[in-house]
């Protein structure tokens, strides 16, 4: 679910980026609310109960930015701003990553060696 929920965000960053481009505000801030905190509801409790707090906490401040990131390309229609925002969110993904890695495993293979 979580590598799942990073795929959305990397699907969703470069229709964000031609919305900034093409000064399409609403096409931004409807991108950025999908993103935002009603996605992170959609995580199961039992799933966030095993995640590390520091991964869960920067995973909230995430999907807070793509809140206010939607909630200023409304209000402000700045596409330079809407983009500063966008680069501190994208920074916080490559922190989260250069912190955090989830390895899967072949359900064939009980050692988790890949075959």
Do not use: W
Request: proline share 6%; with cysteine.
């Amino acid at each position: 679910m979580i590598i799942h929920e990073m795929g959305l965000f990397l699907s969703a960053i470069p229709i964000i980026l031609e919305g900034l481009a093409n000064e399409d505000m609403p096409l931004v801030a409807h991108t950025a609310r999908s993103l935002g905190t009603e996605m992170a509801h959609a995580v199961p409790r039992s799933l966030k109960q095993k995640l590390p707090e520091p991964f869960r906490q920067m995973g909230f401040a995430l999907h807070n930015d793509f809140d206010m990131l939607a909630l200023d390309a409304e209000s402000l229609e700045d596409s330079k701003h809407a983009l500063q925002q966008l680069s501190a969110t994208v920074k916080k993904c490559a922190a989260c990553h250069a912190s955090y890695q989830i390895s899967t495993r072949c359900d064939s293979d009980p050692s988790g060696k890949s075959p």
